[in-house]
Structures are given as C-alpha cells and as structure tokens.
C-alpha cells in the first residue's frame, strides 16, 4: 500500500488559458488538444476559465497512490512521464517562472493530474473554485530514496531577519546578532543581504546524510553552518521578525536532528535590488517577482540519534541508589529525621551500618 509523503498548494495563473508546471525553464506551450499535455519536463494545462487563479495541490507518494474514499471523483484525470532533473517544479505563468512550487529528490517521476469543477468554471461559476491535483511517484527506488520531504517559502523579512522555530511551546528565541545567522536549540534566525525582493527558503527532511556537495540552481553556497536542533512539536513554522508567524509550514516529526544551513546569492542580491529601485521596478511588477527568491536559504534536516540518546539520557530521572533507600527506610522507621533524596546524614549512616 502506498504512502503520501508530503503535499502543498498554492495558487497558480494560466498564460493564454495554459497553466504551465515546469521541472526545468519556462518553455512556450506546445500544442493543447485536449485539456492536458507533457513534454519530458512541463506539464500544460488547459484550463476552462482563464481570468481566476487555480489551487493546486502537489503530492508526493512513494508508490502509486489509491484513491481517497473522501476525495470527491475528479472530472478529468491524466497520467504522464515526468523528468525533474533539478529536483524542483516550478509554475510558468504571466510574470515568467514563478516562485513556491515543490520539491522532490531529482528524478524520473510518473505524474497524475486530476482536475476538478472545471465544468462550472467553465459556465462561469465562480462558486466553486476550478482546482488541480498533481501526485508524483517515482519510476524507481532510488528516486524516493533519502530525501524524504521538501517545501519552498519566499521568507516575509521584518527589520533585517526572518527565521524559522519548532512549533512546540516554551522555544527559546535566539539573541540578536551582527552574523549571517543566530540560533538556538529550536529556532534560526536568517539574516539576508536584501529585505526586498524577499530570499526565498527550502526546507528538506532527509533520512540520513545528505550529499555535502550541494548547488542551487549550478551556484555554490555562499555561507553555510551545521547546527543541532529539536523538534517537539511535528512541525516548523515561519516568523518574520516584526510581520508575523506561521505555523505549519514543513512537517518535522519530533525528535533531535542535524541541520545544515546553506545561504546562495547573497553577494549578487544587493545589485539587483539597487538596479531595480534605479528603474522604478516596484512589487507586482514582473521583473520584481522573478528576483524574488533569488537570495535562498535551504535547511537541510536528518535524524541525529547520538544526540536523542544524549539528552534522552539527561531527561532521564536519576536511578535511585537501593543502599541509600534502605537507610532511608530503616531510620523512619525508628522515628529518626531524613530527607527523601540526595545524601543522608553521616552518623545516621553509621547507626545503620552499626545495627547491621
């Protein structure tokens, strides 16, 4: 029986009544004839309305998924051969290629895509949303092996910092400092080199080690640390400083974990930005969207079992010493005064020792 990995939505534009989900560059779209096409690595949709945005659902299975009993039955459906050589799944729509799309472990994938309430759409009913769902599953083990989740946010900054927590209570919140990051056992505090157009942030749950040789769309990390964190919770959220939290944002099970934390870009952002305040480029605008999320940030996640057994064994209550409790029961029951724990008085430990 198959199992869903993980999932997320998001809103999408059509270009020309064609939404456009690309693993690679944004290419012009081929020929529709009928509601849905692929090439080797896009996926086109024809959609029936063209002036609302479209929710859809990405969804990463290990196997080929089943249907949901409670899932209504779509009204279209297609299965096709994806390639997603980097890895990542990116919508194309009228500003370009847009950020917030989805990540897998770079692969081959079976794709299949379910679209619903395109009927009504189509009659211009606005009471249900027009809505799709594309599930992936791999073509082979090695594909879904290792890299166990993945989700992108563009990282909503607030004076000069964003960051990430577990979204358990009681999370001590990291002091504030001049360096790139700040951190502390269950939160990470970010700072970029550009407020706006906003860095973007991935965040990966592996299931061991992952490869220390990693890029970003061909660049090398510009900063990077290795640091220990906790999730109590089952989850991370996303706080920028001054505009707010969001919790829910990536699935972490509770527990102890590895962490590295990789900054791309960040020498080329500061010119960007100063280019586009020179043009008049402003949020909203085409060129503004593109550079957002040029500025990454990737967390990278995986169980640290020596750490778990570290602390599992501090949290654990010290083993009460069976000489100690003896004495300590013998004196009370001859009335004599002693305390419930730690060391007891010597002279009452030599009564004992004299009666025995």
Known sequence: MSTRISSTWHWAWSRESVLEITAGNAEAPPPVSGWAAATGEAIFIRVAQEVTEKVVTFELWDGEPAPSPGDPLPETEETFALDVPTGRLAFSGRHGLLRNGFTVRPGRYHAR????NRELAARGGFDGRESYTVQLWPESVDSAS?????????AMTGYGIFGFYDDGDDVPEPEVSDTWFSATRGAVHVRPMCELPEPGIRFELWSEAPPSDVTDAGDEPEVETRLSFRATHGSIGVQGVATGSHPGVFELP????HLHLLGYRRSVMPGIEKDLYARNVAPGDEEWERAEGIERYVARFWPDQEAERRHAAEERPPERDERLEAIRAWAKGRGLAVNDSGPLPAAIVAMYDASH
Do not use: D, I, S
């Open 113 to 116: 895509v379910a679209g619903r």
């Open 146 to 154: 290792g890299l166990v989740a993945a989700a992108e946010r563009v």
């Open 254 to 257: 509770p527990g102890w974990y």
